[in-house]
T-cell receptor, first 111, second 116 residues
């Protein structure tokens, strides 16, 4: 089946540092999305990308839809303690297809 | 608050038993999804319903079944439970139409199932 390879699996950073994570696939996706899951909560949508090459920002978060449509990147600038959580990428192959999720990146921010 | 309500929040049961998890989608959302999250498995798609009809099926075991009712709430039934079924079960809803699903899901807080 379709698989998304998300890396890194975990990150330990200092407050104020920038963070980068990415997601790759052997298949083409028409939609890429990034979700964040806080402890004890359900995932929350951060950014949705619908066009190859698209670069979208949401506050300190910036995500890009790779030009090959097989990858996506998420950057967090000037991290703060509340950025802690699990970040998931998700891809959708068609306009009505199911979402496939990556395995997640666990982010820890040290004050 | 995502607007998606899941009950119960926690459930402890024994192997071989059957449980039902309930989900109420956001007001106006016609599509409901069920995901399973285990410690080492990430978010695994189980099944999707759109306006009462099954729309997509993922890695859902034959021991599991789901349905979406006319009022759009959904139930996930898990039977002949095994230890490995212990997990967080998430329901999500979206503003899907008949021909388009944006992938923008709103998740509930999950139901944590522990099978002893």
């Amino acid at each position: 089946g379709q698989q998304l390879n998300q890396s890194p699996q975990s990150m330990f950073i200092q407050e104020g540092e920038d963070v980068s994570m990415n997601c790759t696939s052997s298949s083409i996706f028409n939609t890429w999305l990034w979700y964040k899951q806080d402890p004890g909560e359900g995932p929350v949508l951060l950014i949705a990308l619908y066009k190859a090459g698209e670069l979208t920002s949401n506050g300190r978060l910036t995500a890009q839809f790779g030009i090959t449509r097989k990858d996506s990147f998420l950057n967090i600038s000037a991290s703060i303690p509340s950025d802690v959580g699990i970040y998931f990428c998700a891809g959708q192959r068609t306009s009505y297809g199911k979402l496939t999720f990556g395995q997640g990146t666990i982010l820890t921010v040290h004050p | 608050d995502s607007g998606v309500t899941q009950t119960p929040k926690h459930l402890i049961t024994a192997t071989g038993q059957r449980v039902t998890l309930r989900c109420s989608p956001r007001s106006g959302d016609l599509s409901v999804y069920w995901y399973q999250q285990s410690l080492d498995q990430g978010l695994q798609f189980l099944i999707q319903y759109y306006n009462g009809e099954e729309r997509a099926k993922g890695n859902i075991l034959e021991r599991f079944s789901a349905q979406q009712f006319p009022d759009l709430h959904s139930e996930l039934n898990l039977s002949s439970l095994e230890l490995g079924d212990s997990a967080l079960y998430f329901c999500a809803s979206s503003v899907a139409t008949r021909g388009r699903d944006t992938g923008e899901l709103f998740f509930g807080e999950g139901s944590r199932l522990t099978v002893l």
